[in-house]
């Protein structure tokens, strides 16, 4: 908004077209945050979805091997 405001006073545009243009560039901008945003945050949590389900995966081999190796010892 102030570089829209800077140029509308260095090239004397008037007050009500400047705040106008200001206004259209704060909505144009949110928008494009808020899609930005949303991509970003699908995308890390996919991420973050994906390594906590490989973890869990990795945790429940680990106790499954290790009673294995525990069944495998008492019945000798």
């Known amino acids: 908004m102030a570089v829209v405001v800077l140029r ?3 090239h ?12 259209a560039m704060l909505v144009i901008f949110a928008g494009v945050g808020a899609i930005t945003g949303w ?4 995308l ?3 991420n973050v979805e994906s390594r906590f389900r490989k973890r869990v995966e990795w945790y429940r081999d680990g106790i499954l091997e290790a ?9 000798n």
């Open 67 to 75: 009673n294995r190796l525990n069944d495998e010892s008492s019945d």
């Open 39 to 42: 991509i970003t945050d699908y």
């Open 12 to 23: 004397g545009e008037p007050a009500d077209l400047v705040t106008q243009e200001a206004i």
């Open 44 to 46: 890390v949590r996919e």
């Open 8 to 10: 509308g006073a260095i």
